[in-house]
């Protein structure tokens, strides 16, 4: 296989991400400051995801930990539980709305089903065309009005210039073309947006717990899964699924997210070492994530997957069978024009 041009695009990805170093990390509005007398007892923060501590994020995650820890003097921790250990990003969702003192990653397709419906749009298929076009939209005037959005809904943002990865697919069977996925059980996570991303390519999509995958793969109760190739080798889930098309449906940078009760609770100090160490912690992702992306890649292929980078004109029947997505948005209770008001938000042409 030829992986020169996907080197260089991971170069590419790797300068675009060394530039967000130069970006201010000045956190938004902090929101309302706890009183005075607040408890001197040390603030924790506990952290909860469904990825491994060998990944990259898990390795940031504690980075942030370590880096928290430090600038708070002590003051401040985050206990990490990967895993799915504190349970599925769902539960921990459902927790931060009672107030609890917990977190998690989660994306634009959770937030809309958690209230905010345009902000699903950002999990679209094939909506990106390169990683800056994702830190400019997180910069922009729409992006923080969606994060006020969802403050109203309960859910407060941390950070979101971490860097997941471009999601590809894993099959059982060999996907060359679109057409190929046609009739096939892909997992994706547990929201309406990932779900009907995939059904318009002609998947049939499935909801599961990520650590529910490897077996369901090995089982043949699905037929494939997708994310990133980091968490696909991090999961062993080529173990079970021997065929990767490196599509890239989803360029998905994402976020961290606390109940905003909680989150109002802290002082204002508290709250801006919790911003500015998890956007620091971001960029120690970013880095590390483009360059672990060819070593998993490789690796993959020494242990048996078979890879299919797709030709320009097989992306361009993916891109095509995509936009059905895009005239979804009464589904979605999109506002109106808002595919065109993002393209314009993250400085497409």
């Known amino acids: 296989m030829k992986f020169k041009k996907l080197v260089a695009s991971m170069c590419i990805a790797a300068m675009s991400i060394a530039s967000l170093a130069g970006c201010s990390s000045e956190p938004k509005d902090s929101g309302s400051q706890a009183d005075a007398g607040a408890s001197e007892e ?5 952290i909860g995801f469904e990825n491994s501590m060998s ?7 504690q980075h942030w930990a370590d880096l928290l820890d430090e600038k708070s003097g002590g003051t401040m921790e985050i206990v990490l539980y990967p895993d799915s250990q504190l349970g599925n990003k769902t539960d921990l969702i459902d927790s931060m709305l009672l107030g609890e003192n917990v977190a998690t990653l989660a994306d634009g397709a959770f937030y809309a089903d958690y209230g905010v419906p345009d902000f699903g ?3 679209g298929p094939f909506l990106f065309d390169n990683w800056e076009q ?3 939209l997180i910069e922009s005037d729409w992006y923080k009005e969606q994060e006020s959005k969802l403050q109203e809904k309960g859910l407060r943002i941390l950070t979101s210039n971490w860097a997941y990865g471009a999601r590809h697919t894993l099959t059982v069977k060999p996907v060359n073309t679109v057409a190929d996925l046609a009739g096939m059980k892909i997992r994706v996570p547990s929201n309406q947006i990932q779900s009907l991303g995939f059904d318009v390519l002609g998947a049939a999509s499935t909801g599961m717990s990520l650590g529910d995958v490897y077996q369901a793969l090995q089982t043949k109760t699905i037929d494939g899964a ?4 980091a968490t696909l080798y991090g999961r062993k889930l080529h173990e079970v699924a021997q065929n990767l098309i490196l599509d890239g449906h989803v360029l998905n940078f994402t976020t961290w997210v606390c109940s905003n009760d909680w989150f109002n609770s802290l002082t204002e100090e508290q709250q801006n ?4 160490t998890g956007n620091e912690a971001g960029l120690y992702n970013n880095g590390i994530q483009a360059e672990a992306e060819a070593d998993y890649l490789q690796k993959m292929v020494d242990e048996g997957v078979t890879v ?3 030709s320009e004109e097989v992306m361009a029947g993916f891109r095509e069978k995509a936009q059905a997505f895009y005239d ?3 589904k979605f209770g999109w506002s109106e024009g808002l595919y065109d008001t993002v393209r314009a938000a993250m400085g497409a042409q």
């Open 273 to 276: 070492l919790l911003i500015e």
């Open 226 to 229: 997708e994310n990133p190739l």
């Open 328 to 330: 979804m948005g009464d």
């Open 55 to 61: 990944e990259p994020i898990g390795q940031a995650l």
């Open 134 to 136: 994702c830190w400019t």
């Open 308 to 310: 299919v980078e797709p």
């Open 121 to 123: 749009i950002v999990f």
């Open 42 to 46: 040390k603030v924790t923060l506990q």
